[in-house]
């Protein structure tokens, strides 16, 4: 039996909050195959955060497992913990404020070192840790730099490499880019690109930009309070999208493209942000509702695309 | 950490010495102290009177040029006297202050960072000794150990912890959700080594303000106990010892009380505006006009 | 006739060593009613700052210079008292971040109705009224009159602030990044609304570094770099036939649905700092163009068709314009 480099299997996450429960997170499960890579997506609240900090075990889960190369890692006492955190690195929204700010760049890039490799000496730990920033195309003035000198790509960059210092095979990445201005986005972006083929990387990509699923990743999952609302091949769910929510997300987003310029349509001035307690959490957002949405939670099924809607459009 | 203050420490001094080119006053009192800590490490270099030494042949002399501030009841130069009476205050105040962080600190950073029943539990106790009215608990543990400076000093500093250990648990609170400590989570740091080299020195800006801002009241404080008794005994000179045994003449011979009080008055003063400067020159939003 | 924003030769100043620096530089722009212009820029471009100069709320440390109309009334060097005026009456602004942007320990009501009677002398029920209308006209309902800023969402709250900044019916909005934080469905709903505003005969101007917020809503386009507008003119024009390097590498650069894994073409380099700013042209060492004479002197203005204007030695021509669709 093979293992893949990250499976997830039916985790939940649960807060306590003024009004009641939420649930960030509803049994979650995918799994990411070696040299493949995966997205979430969707819009603030539906868990996708969570879901990247749960997964990481920054935060423990409710229910369910989080597998790296086949062993159970939520599960897990601290120290084994810490032995399967090799298996991945993390690489978060604000460059700035993910680096320590009292070391210099290659210390926080040597960090890895220390913590999983305390037999190799001070120097040797420099060395690697020069040799990665090299590779992510950071120039050797910076290396003996304070966080604060640098700019927001060159920092993300920085990150990425203390992230891959380790050789993982996983990255989780939590919104690398939106931080970053366009110009410095594509640039990060390629790079991420060609790490990713050079070192046959896998990445869990979360993001509310749609449009950089594809650049990154084969395949994309849908949420939408707490749940997959649909999961499938980035192409196939992007041209054809079968539940009403991913539908709304492709319109709306604006396409800057001579000829795609949509003519804004008198929308719902109105809309109903918050999510149904019974049944489809969509239901109240969405123009396909029957009776029956209220009464049943669509499962999401296992086909190749599947979608967890009880009337998918096409 | 070492080289991180030093690197901070040069372009720090440069803007420090560009702000006091604005600012005269500042750096006329910044200049003050400067001279007071140099009176203090150069004294036994002086060539000065013994401050210690008993003259009852020239006591409660009027300032001359022999004796520059005078004698007092016992015949003691008090120019001298203040003069050494310097390295003990400065000594003093980088002693409390050295005491207090170091009880503070870490119990600060214990309770921030464990959260839970040990955060409450180290609160309460911190709060215990802050119940009490400033020098009042001084006065309690001066007169439980005894007299003696180091005794009054340890009084001082014991009361004054709980500020240090707050301003540490609360910039802990806001650093454990920083983004570079998730990292080191992620990484796999174990927790002490979080707490110690992530946490800890981006946690310390703020007891830097705080202590320079005690500095000069614990010149003050400490010069308060002796002079009723509960700090320095003689032989040791000190400015408060100095205007407490003044008591009974310096309403006829003012310069017995005069010119210590002064010391004391001008230190606290000037430290107090060099601190003012410190705290300034680390903000860099003060921008200047173009 | 004279109704709309002019900014004219627009400079903000800042200490620098012993001199200046400039992070806004001689900027020209107009909004006229009933036109939503599009102010395209990255960090480091100066376009909130160009924003804040427009309503007299530069930092005290920034020298402004050039002139700055609205409807006839100039706000550069203008007394407080007056500027207090014209704020909120004539001109208004709503701001990235609407948590806070509002103040936390007022409703919005009571927040409305200061800025209301403020410009009207009108008695308490009468500007409730008007803030109940202008609360309509943003898409919420009265009840919002009585929530803080904390019970509400951030597509709520920016439609709160875009009401209190209607309230007093502007006749321009200057609107910095008002989507940015907000989820794209959001936004889609925000960005209709500014244009219903427009429609109806305000004059906005959008600062964003989104080219397809631009793109979906505005009538004319700047694009700004490092404090000067590079390329200014129609949507059609400036989108389709983009003239200046920088705005076809901001083009090139921004992912759009559908483009696969196809490697995205990056500008290479960073956005200079201000205060380090290469004479001649500021793009000069990122642009695959650049040759000697852009090095020396001030860009030329160029004009490449009605209405279309690009500051550029070697603008590009139409061809490659074409290139993009």
Redo the contacts between chains.
Sequence with gaps: MTTTPLKVQNISKRYQAQHGTVHALRDLSFEIHAGRSMSIVGESGCGKTTAAYCIAGLQPVDGGTVYFAGENFSGASRGQQKRLRRDFGIVFQNPLSALNPRMRIWQNVAEPLRVHESAMNSSTQQLQAEFMLERVGLGRQHFRAFPSELSGGQLQRVVLARALILNPKLVILDEPTSALDVSIQAQVLNLLQELRDTLGLSYLFITHNLALVEVLTDEVMVMYAGRVVEAGPAEVVFANPRHPYTHELIQSIPDPTPGKWKMLRSIDVNPVQQFADSGCAFRLRCVNARPACSEVMPPLGNQAHAVACLHPLL | MPSSTTSHLVPWLARYIAWSRRNIFAAACATGFGLIVLMALLAPFLGLADPTQIDFSSKLLRPSSTHWFGTDGLGRDIFSGVVYGARVSLLVAIGVVTIAASIGIPIGLVAGYAGGWIDTTLMRISDVFLAFPPLLLPITLAALLGPGLLNAMCAVAISWFPWYARIVRSTVLTVRSDLYVQSARAIGTNPSSIALRHVLPNSLSPVVVQASLDFGFAILTTASLSFIGMGAVPPTVEWGLMVASSRSVFLEYWWTAMFPGLAIFLTVFFANVVVDGVRDSLDPKLGRQP | MSSGLFINNLTL????GEG?AAAVNRCDLTIRPKEIVGLVG??GSGKSLTALACLGLT?????VSGSVRVDGDQIIGTSEAKLAALRGRKIAMIFQNPMTALNPYFTIGSQMDGVIRQHFSLNRSEARSEAVAALQQA???ESALSRYPHQM????LQRAMIAMAIACKPDVLIADEPTTAL???????I???L?TLADQGMGILLIT?????????ADRAAVMYSGSIVESGDL?QV??AAAHPYTV???Q????????????????G??PDFRNRLAGCAFRDRCTQAQEVCSAGATPRTSVAAGHEVHCHFPIGQALGAQ??
């Design positions: 100043e800042f200490a620098h200046r990255e960090s930092p005290p440390n920034c020298r898409g919420l309902t969402s951030g597509g709520q989820d794209v469905t959001v936004q889609a709903r960005l209709s609304l244009r570094h989104d080219l397809g917020v631009v793109a979906q809503v059609k989108f389709s590498g901001l083009m650069s921004s992912p759009v649905m559908g483009m696969g894994r196809r490697k995205l073409l990056a500008i290479p960073v956005v993009l669709t």
